[in-house]
């Protein structure tokens, strides 16, 4: 037993410091959604204005007030940031301080569960804890910048409240935390509704009583927030609607083959290779002991959720995040799973198979971790800072013609949250090359895939710190562009 809380420590402590130093340098860089979300953290803290001059979806193009998603999340961050020492990356540490916490209730879960279930301990358990936990790590999506980071910790919070049903107050808390989900993300709230529906139904405790606990403790929540925030709820509404039209409704389907987009996404991605696989495996695991216990309304909540999770998440595979938002619960499900085997209450006649193919399963889903880590230690000697991009915008803002703007890619808003009067990124002023209000072009090196600097029709490259090489680690190829804030720089003929 001490040997299973050791593991769960020894290995925790080493992410909390391997990830609070990827922090610190910034590492990853923000893919293109964090745009969306983050930077209104900073105006938060600065201008006390829950606003997004960089993003506001075309739903207040004067003031950009962040109306197209519930506000927790740049709260929360603005909130954490607030309390850290001023530092480069404090927007990267404050999402990594939550994804801890969010790590740190789910491994109790999982602690709990091994020490209230396990028959046997041995170097079998052991061995998949390991593995286990660092599969885990992969699933810190802390580059994506939504809110589903702050979901994670919702979720967990919500499976370990779960772990202890027999406390009287647990549909309260229940209630809060969906309230809580609901101001943060619409869609893992409803994933968060259906599965507390069907938890009540499975413990044969759908009653009036329990249900109206639950409500009690959404609208404690939801009361509270509709007094403090800043705008009309009516506007958040049509915000919502709005945005809600454009990103899930009316979405083209992503382009090209979407059976590879699939295949890029939930199978060969290099952040969780074949988790696709993983999910399967919990899913029908759960529905094997739903339909084996006979737990008929149950197992029709699960069809309902996975129909949201297929709809949400699968109309346009880009929208992945909808899918892993529950992957601390799919986690989970594959360690009930495994316990449940080496009980020899399932598999009965297959237990080292089923030994051997979860361990080879969870092994690939958490090489995009060792990966990560590897591309960081392995490109350090040439790593390019925030700050000399800031150099840049401040040297190229004193060329600035009367009325021109700087444009920057999704990655580089970082470096010039204060200066929105004239720099824009691409979800503002449309194609860059086509647009007469832009000066200056600044493309990132990052996430673009390009070794060398692109020519750009109608603009003259004038700088370029591009890396003309891929990051290797023993002389292999472990990524495609060095993971820092080098860029090119381009001025309008």
Not at 59 to 82: E, G, Q, R, S, T
Not at 299 to 312: D, E, K, M, P, S
Request: one cysteine or more; charged letters at 10%; aromatic letters at 16%.
């Amino acid at each position: 037993m001490k040997s299973i809380k050791y593991i769960f420590i020894i290995l925790l402590a080493l992410y909390a410091i391997l990830s609070v130093t990827f922090a610190i340098h910034s590492y990853p860089l923000f893919r293109q959604d964090a745009i969306c979300f983050l930077p209104t953290s900073y105006f938060v803290n600065h201008h006390n204005q829950l606003i997004n001059p960089l993003y506001d979806a075309g739903i207040d193009i004067v003031n950009h007030k962040f109306l197209f998603y519930p506000p927790l999340f740049p709260y929360v961050i603005a909130l954490v940031v607030k309390l850290l020492p001023s530092s480069l990356g404090e927007t990267h540490l404050a999402l990594t301080i939550i994804s801890i916490c969010g790590l740190i209730i789910l491994l109790l879960c999982a602690y709990i569960y091994i020490i209230r279930y396990t028959k046997k301990y041995s170097y079998i358990l052991y061995a998949f804890t390991g593995i286990w936990i660092v599969t885990l790590f992969s699933f810190n999506e802390i580059y994506e910048g939504r809110p589903e980071i702050l979901c994670d910790f919702f979720i967990a919070c919500f499976l370990l409240n779960n772990l202890n049903r027999t406390k009287s107050y647990s549909n309260y808390i229940n209630g809060i935390i969906i309230g809580l989900n609901a101001i943060t993300s619409p869609i893992s709230t409803i994933y968060l509704a259906i599965i507390t529906i069907g938890i009540l139904f499975y413990f044969n405790d759908f009653k009036l009583k329990t249900v109206l606990q639950t409500i009690i403790g959404f609208v404690i929540i939801f009361s509270s927030f509709s007094i403090i925030y800043p705008y009309h709820l009516i506007d958040l509404y049509h915000g919502l609607i709005k945005h809600s039209t454009n990103v899930v409704v009316n979405r083209a389907s992503a382009g090209g083959d979407r059976l590879n987009w699939f295949k890029s996404i939930y199978l060969v991605t290099p952040f969780h290779p074949m988790v696709g696989v993983t999910f399967i495996i919990a899913i029908g695991y759960l529905f094997y002991i739903l339909m084996k216990q006979k737990k008929l309304i149950t197992t029709l909540c699960f069809i309902l959720l996975l129909t949201a999770v297929g709809y949400f998440a699968f109309k346009n595979v880009m929208m992945a995040y909808n899918m892993y938002v529950l992957a601390y619960l799919y986690m989970f499900l594959i360690l009930v799973f495994f316990v449940e085997i080496i009980n020899k209450k399932i598999f009965v006649n297959y237990t080292n198979t089923s030994f051997i193919v979860l361990f080879l399963l969870l092994a690939c889903n958490s090489i995009g971790f060792v990966r990560t880590a590897l591309v960081f230690t392995s490109t350090q000697d040439k790593e390019v800072s925030v700050n000399n991009l800031r150099k840049d915008i401040n040297m190229l803002s004193k060329k600035l013609k009367n009325g021109k703007k700087i444009y920057i890619t999704f990655s580089l808003w970082p470096s010039c949250l204060d200066k929105t009067d004239y720099v824009v990124s691409n979800t503002v002023l449309g194609t860059p090359a086509d647009n007469p209000l832009l000066q200056y072009i600044i493309l990132q090196q990052s996430n673009s895939g390009q070794i060398t600097a692109p020519e750009i029709p109608n603009y003259t490259l004038i700088k370029s710190n591009f890396i003309p090489d891929n990051p290797k680690f023993l002389n292999f190829k472990i990524g495609n562009t060095y993971p820092y804030y080098q860029t090119a720089i381009y001025e309008r003929n």
